[in-house]
């Protein structure tokens, strides 16, 4: 059980490049969400998917598309890289959508992604 | 949703009891309190979570005012180890918050 993993670890974009972040989770878990993390800072929400074919935005969306084609994938696109999106992005998932009336809203992180962009 | 406000850093000796507050003052009947921490560059891991009655795990203790406004994180012998940023969230309406948490210093 590897629980959520994120490639690449590191990555290094110039301005104006898109790339894709992948996120995959084996815990059948439903519920995934993506965070950036700027430095000395917490975690602010980009998007999040309650399950296959569905997704929503979070705090901070724009410049980010995400898509959930499979239960266990949850990429995150970058459309045109800026420097204001250097950042750790942290990917997690859990059973149900943390709604904070369930036991079961656990959220599980990934190892993060460090991206700078020049 | 429910904010909660936790005190920007602590520190705590080595050995002993670190006991980390959280106000969550606007929280409804039915909303659970969780506990993450954050070491060093790696992601947020889970530590408890609660609802009414004190919880605890091998990680820590949580205890949960009778009026359910405040909450306080228990680790019972902390070590160098558990140095890291702890976060007391109050999910709802499909997303969890994170706000800046509360920086823990374990000293020697």
């Known amino acids: 059980n590897a629980g959520v993993t994120q490639t690449p670890k590191f990555q290094v974009l110039k301005t104006g490049q898109s790339m894709t972040l992948q996120c995959a989770q084996d815990?059948?878990?439903?519920?995934m969400s993506w965070y950036r993390q700027d430095p000395g800072m917490g975690l602010r929400l980009i998007h999040y998917?309650?399950?296959?074919?569905?997704?929503d935005q979070g705090e901070v969306p724009n410049g980010y598309n995400v898509s959930r084609s499979t239960t266990e994938d949850f990429p995150l696109r970058l459309l045109s890289a800026a420097p204001s999106q250097t950042s750790v992005y942290f990917c997690?998932?859990?059973?149900?959508?943390?709604?904070?009336?369930?036991?079961?809203?656990?959220?599980?992180f990934g190892p993060g992604t460090r991206l700078t962009v020049l | 949703d429910a904010k909660t406000t936790q005190p920007t850093s602590m520190d705590c000796a080595e050995g002993r009891a670190a006991n980390l507050p959280c106000n969550h003052s606007?929280?409804?009947?039915?909303?659970?309190v969780y506990w993450y921490r954050q070491i060093h560059s790696q992601g947020p891991q889970y530590i408890i979570h609660?609802?009414?009655n004190n919880e605890t795990n091998e990680m820590a203790s949580l205890i949960i005012t009778e009026d359910r406004k405040s909450s306080t994180l228990i680790l019972p012998h902390a070590t160098l180890r558990d140095t890291a940023v702890y976060y007391c969230?109050?999910?709802?309406?499909?997303?969890?918050?994170f706000g800046d948490g509360t920086t823990l210093t374990v000293k020697p």
């Open positions: 997690a998932s859990s059973y149900s959508p943390p709604t904070g009336y369930l036991s079961t809203d656990t959220q599980y």
């Open positions: 606007t929280i409804s009947g039915n909303e659970y």
């Open positions: 969230i109050v999910s709802s309406a499909g997303k969890s918050t």
């Open positions: 815990m059948n878990h439903e519920y």
């Open positions: 998917s309650v399950g296959a074919g569905i997704t």
């Open positions: 609660g609802l009414k």
